[in-house]
C-alpha cells in the first residue's frame, strides 16, 4: 500500500488538521466506492442495469428497468455449468428477453444475481461454493439490493452442474428458496430419503419448494434427471417435468431461457402475477 505525506522542509509533515482531513477523505471515498444500490435507484431507472463484483465473489446482477426508490423486487440466483462462467446468461440473451418479457407485462420486475464457481472441476462435497453463497453472497445481496427476502420471493436454479447446485442447496437450506429450476440436471443430489424428512418436519410448517426440471430428449444425462423425478414422485413432492426437444448444449438452454424466466416470474411473484395477467386481459377486451 502506498503512503502519502505532506512535505516541510524535505521531512514528512502531518498535523493534526491535515490528518483528519486525510482520514475524512478516505472514508468518504470507500462509501462512495461501497455504496448500496440503494442510493443509486433514488430516481426511477428507465433501463436495466447489470452490475459486476469481485467481492465477495465474482457475480453479476440484474437489476430491472422501472423500480422506484422503496421498491422491493424478488430475486433469483441464476447458476451456470461445468466449463462457463456467469457470463453464459449474458450470452444467451438473457439481458434482452428480460426486458421485453417485463415490458409486455409477461413477467414482473425481478433482480437476478449470477455468481461465478472458479473452481467448477472441484468435487461438490469439497468445494465452498455453496457455502459462500449462503454466508457471503446472500447477505451481500440482501444488504445492497432491494430484493424481497422472504422465502417465496427467493429462487435458485442453475443448468448442468448448477443445477446440481441449485438442487443441493435448496433442499440443505430449506427455509431459505421457495423456487428451485433445474435444468438439464445430470443427477440427483438429495437423497430420496431427505426429500420424505423434509416433507415430513416441515409439513404444516413451510410450503413445498415449487421445483421445475426439464431436460431434453437426446440428452446424455436424462436417465439423471428422470431418475431425480422418480425420486420426487415417490416422495410425493410435487414438481413440474418438461421433456423438450433437445440435447445437453448451449443451443437447447438459450432457446429455452425465455420459458425459463416466464416460469421463475410466475412462481417468485404469483399474486402480483394474477394481477398483471388480469389487466392483460382487460385490456385485450377492449
Known sequence: MKKFFLMLNNRPFVD?????????FAILFVLIQQKPVFAAMAN?????????????MNFKVFVPPQLTSGERVPVLYLLHGQGQTETVWLQFGLIEKLNTLIAKGRIDP????????????????????????????????????????????????GISRGAVWAEKLAFESYEIFGVLGMHSIPSAWSSEYRR???????????????IRIDIGI??????????????????????????????????????N???????????LNPKAQKLSLSKRRMAEER
Open 16 to 24: 493534526f488538521k491535515h490528518r483528519l482531513g486525510i482520514i475524512l
Open 44 to 56: 426511477r431507472q428507465s433501463v436495466s442495469v447489470i452490475y459486476t463484483y469481485s467481492e465477495p
Open 110 to 157: 425481478v433482480i437476478i444475481v449470477m455468481p461465478r464457481e472458479e473452481n467448477y472441476l472441484e468435487a461438490m462435497d469439497q468445494s465452498d461454493f455453496g457455502d459462500r453463497i449462503l454466508s457471503e453472497l446472500i447477505p451481500f445481496i440482501n444488504k445492497n439490493f432491494p430484493v424481497k427476502t422472504e422465502r417465496a420471493n427467493t429462487g435458485i436454479g
Open 196 to 210: 420424505f424428512s423434509l416433507k415430513r418436519d416441515y409439513m404444516g410448517v413451510l410450503p413445498f419448494i415449487k
Open 218 to 255: 437426446d440428452d446424455q444425462y436424462r436417465k439423471g434427471a428422470e431418475g431425480l423425478v422418480n425420486q420426487l414422485s415417490n416422495a410425493d413432492y410435487p414438481y413440474e417435468f418438461q421433456l423438450n426437444s433437445g440435447t445437453h448444449s448451449s443451443e437447447y438452454w438459450e432457446e
Open 257 to 267: 431461457l425465455e420459458s425459463y424466466l416466464v416460469w421463475y416470474g410466475e412462481k
